[in-house]
């Protein structure tokens, strides 16, 4: 995954085994399961971002274009993990905001240079409007403009186990732990709107100070909760 078109700076990501299925109908839409076994994710310097490997399961439902309400055409995603160990560093938080700034959120497929001509009308081709200039229109690999029509999409992660260690500069420069029995996440996207929301749910959810400073303290839990009471008194949430 390029940090950005113009750059060879990117996260590599590395399975043991793949099983992909996908359908699509007609008026129907389209849906696709994805199953992950053994993932491993690297930064940049081939550095692991994780402990283990994670296995995982991913469910994409596509609806159909022009049908019902912006909701009921937007995507959803549903993404499940195992046990996950995640390591991050502040390189490697800073690579993944850069990524989702100039990779993930930009619109040009960066096929062409700016000042390439655009092909003559022809079959397959296209042809530019009064108010679009060569500049303007995003060609794909056909040479014919990339209609964007951006829908919503309704994301929803789940962790039966999560632990994220944040570390400084280094590896061995810690800063804090952090655990949790279940983790679920729901993001929601909404581009016509330019919004995006997420709420972060963790069950049991504790923070350990992991600083060398803090080393021989008899307490170094930053936040703790009793997983005696109820179910809904140990959920930390974040929205």
Same mark, same amino acid.
């Given at each position: 995954?390029?940090?950005?078109?113009?750059?060879?700076?990117?996260?590599?990501?590395?399975?043991?085994?793949?099983?992909?299925?996908?359908?699509?109908?007609?008026?129907?839409?389209?849906?696709?399961?994805?199953?992950?076994?053994?993932?491993?994710?690297?930064?940049?310097?081939? !550095?692991?971002?994780?402990?283990?490997?994670?296995?995982?399961?991913?469910?994409?439902?596509?609806?159909?274009?022009?049908?019902?309400?912006?909701?009921?055409?937007?995507?959803?995603?549903?993404?499940?993990?195992?046990?996950?160990?995640?390591?991050?560093?502040?390189?490697?938080?800073?690579?993944?905001?850069?990524? /989702?700034?100039?990779?993930?959120?930009?619109?040009?497929?960066?096929?062409?240079?700016?000042?390439?001509?655009?092909?003559?009308?022809?079959?397959?081709?296209?042809?530019?409007?009064?108010?679009?200039?060569?500049?303007?229109?995003?060609?794909?690999?056909?040479?014919?403009?990339?209609?964007?029509?951006?829908?919503?999409?309704?994301?929803?992660?789940?962790?039966?186990?999560?632990?994220?260690?944040?570390?400084?500069? !280094?590896?061995?420069?810690?800063?804090?732990?952090?655990?949790?029995?279940? !983790?679920?996440?729901?993001?929601? !996207?909404?581009?016509?709107?330019?919004?995006?929301?997420?709420?972060?749910?963790?069950?049991? /959810?504790?923070?350990?100070?992991?600083?060398?400073?803090?080393?021989?303290?008899?307490?170094?839990?930053?936040?703790?909760?009793?997983?005696?009471?109820?179910?809904?008194?140990?959920?930390?949430?974040?929205?």
């Amino acid at each position: 995954l390029p940090e950005k078109a113009s750059e060879q700076q990117f996260f590599s990501v590395q399975t043991g085994e793949l099983s992909a299925e996908y359908t699509s109908l007609p008026e129907i839409g389209g849906d696709a399961r994805v199953s992950l076994k053994d993932v491993m994710m690297r930064d940049l310097d081939g !550095t692991d971002m994780q402990d283990a490997p994670i296995h995982m399961g991913i469910d994409i439902v596509l609806p159909p274009e022009g049908v019902g309400s912006d909701d009921d055409q937007a995507y959803r995603i549903k993404l499940e993990m195992s046990q996950a160990e995640f390591l991050l560093t502040k390189n490697q938080y800073r690579q993944i905001l850069s990524t /989702l700034d100039t990779n993930i959120s930009e619109m040009d497929l960066f096929l062409r240079d700016i000042d390439s001509s655009v092909p003559p009308v022809g079959e397959g081709e296209v042809s530019l409007e009064k108010d679009q200039s060569a500049e303007s229109v995003n060609l794909t690999h056909a040479g014919v403009a990339q209609d964007v029509k951006p829908r919503s999409m309704f994301i929803d992660v789940t962790i039966h186990s999560m632990s994220l260690s944040l570390r400084g500069r !280094t590896e061995n420069d810690g800063i804090a732990l952090v655990r949790a029995v279940r !983790t679920s996440v729901h993001m929601v !996207t909404r581009p016509k709107e330019e919004k995006l929301s997420t709420t972060i749910s963790l069950q049991e /959810l504790v923070c350990v100070d992991e600083r060398a400073s803090a080393i021989g303290r008899s307490e170094r839990d930053l936040v703790s909760q009793d997983s005696t009471v109820g179910n809904d008194d140990h959920l930390f949430v974040i929205s």
